[in-house]
């Protein structure tokens, strides 16, 4: 009887802990209005890179060489991108368009334990159009504070300036290769965005296409932010072609540019339309080294990430934290209520007393 009690609290507990993790995200407005304040100008400006060590990035190249995941002479897939469907601000109070500034791509501001960090991420175009892409390991830090906390999206962030506004994560994905051993094949973060006023972050700053499984070597764009313009402060990009990485093991692109650690995240583009802003993402980058500093490396949009992105690519909802299996294309996370259900049903139809 005893046994049959404790039972009955854990699954109560579980039940409560996901509808409370539910209303966290998904409707809780004082919640995400929070959030929103926190996220002042001066916080965002004095918000710090997040950095792993060089010891780290060379352990996980290792780790990678022995858990290749891209897939290599897989077909080539391409999504095009979107240019914004709706205005959310009057004119006047957008900034200027320049190739120097592209509305999709922005900065991810977003707290471990109790500091707070920046990386950059971009739009994706998507079905449910409020994906960003940003590196994993700004969403997950298996080294020490686990998943990121108040994470926002701020599309052309200048300066402390969110000129489209503050978009908060409401659903954070990553691959299970790099909770389990960092594969960098692996390092790219998705998140889903709240909308604002019934609109979609794609709505008002369009989208990059994706490239799935694209050429290794191509004329690539790159925006993202360096701590050496004005501390981070402003978009910069590098424009270059790409060439397979020279890490075995690992199956992106190094692109030659001088963009710091503080661009981590950073979309890397082809076929990038100077006119209209749109091109086909590629990569992510993922890490820098300090023996080859003016070459930044990109995550490959392979089959594994397409799978990954097409589980996400229609959703509006899903869970706060969601690990994808790429191994297999499946879904890892297990909705916690359902499984207080199944064992509530296991014990009504189990005896605890001994026959």
């Known amino acids: 009887m ?17 509808k409370r993790e539910n209303l966290a995200m998904f409707s809780d407005k004082a919640r995400l209005k929070l959030v929103i304040e926190y996220w002042t100008p ?30 290599r002479g897989e077909m080539q897939v391409a999504i095009k991108g979107a240019m914004p469907s709706a205005e959310f601000f009057n004119q006047s109070q957008l900034l200027l368009k320049d190739i120097t500034a ?15 960090y920046r990386c950059t991420g971009s739009v994706v175009a998507s079905n449910g159009k409020n994906l960003v892409l940003t590196a994993a390991f700004c969403i997950y830090d298996s080294d020490d504070s686990g998943w990121a906390t108040d994470m926002v999206f701020v599309p052309r962030y200048s300066d ?29 973060g998705m998140m889903l965005l709240s909308p604002i006023s019934g609109l979609h972050v794609q709505e008002i700053v369009g989208a990059q ?27 910069v990009y590098c424009n270059g072609t790409t060439e397979a990485s020279t890490y075995s093991g690992f199956n992106g692109a190094r692109l030659l540019c001088g963009m710091d650690n503080s661009g981590y995240g950073s979309p890397i583009v082809q076929q990038y339309d100077v006119n209209n802003a749109i ?17 930044i490396y990109g995550a490959k949009f392979d089959t594994n990430f397409k799978r990954m992105y097409d589980m996400y690519n229609g959703k509006q909802n899903a869970a706060i934290h969601e690990i994808f299996l790429d191994s297999s294309g499946v879904n890892t996370h297990i909705n916690l209520s359902l499984l207080a259900v199944i064992i509530l049903l296991f014990y009504s139809y189990s005896s605890f007393e001994p026959t």
């Not at 046994?3 to 802990?17: A, S």
């Not at 490239?211 to 981070?232: M, Q, V």
């Not at 091109?279 to 070459?295: D, E, K």
Request: net charge positive; hydrophobic share 40%; charged share 15%.
């Open 160 to 188: 402390g300036a969110a000129p489209f506004g503050i978009w908060t994560a409401k659903s954070l994905i990553i691959s299970n290769s790099w909770i389990t051993n960092k594969n960098q094949n692996a390092g790219i």
């Open 209 to 235: 296409g994706l490239s799935i499984n694209a050429p290794l070597r191509a004329s690539t764009y790159a925006f993202g932010y360096s701590s050496d313009r004005n501390n981070g402060q402003l978009m």
């Open 42 to 71: 001066e916080r965002m400006s004095q918000a710090k890179p997040f950095l792993p060590s060089n010891s780290q990035i060379r352990s996980v190249l290792r780790q990678s060489e022995s858990n290749q995941a891209a897939l």
């Open 279 to 295: 091109g086909y993402q590629t990569y992510v980058y993922v890490f820098r080294l300090s023996n080859s500093p003016n070459y």
């Open 2 to 18: 005893i046994l049959k009690l404790l039972v009955l609290f854990f699954c109560y507990l579980i039940v409560v802990d996901s």
């Open 102 to 116: 592209r509305s999709t791509v922005g900065r991810v501001f977003f707290k471990m334990g109790s500091i707070d």
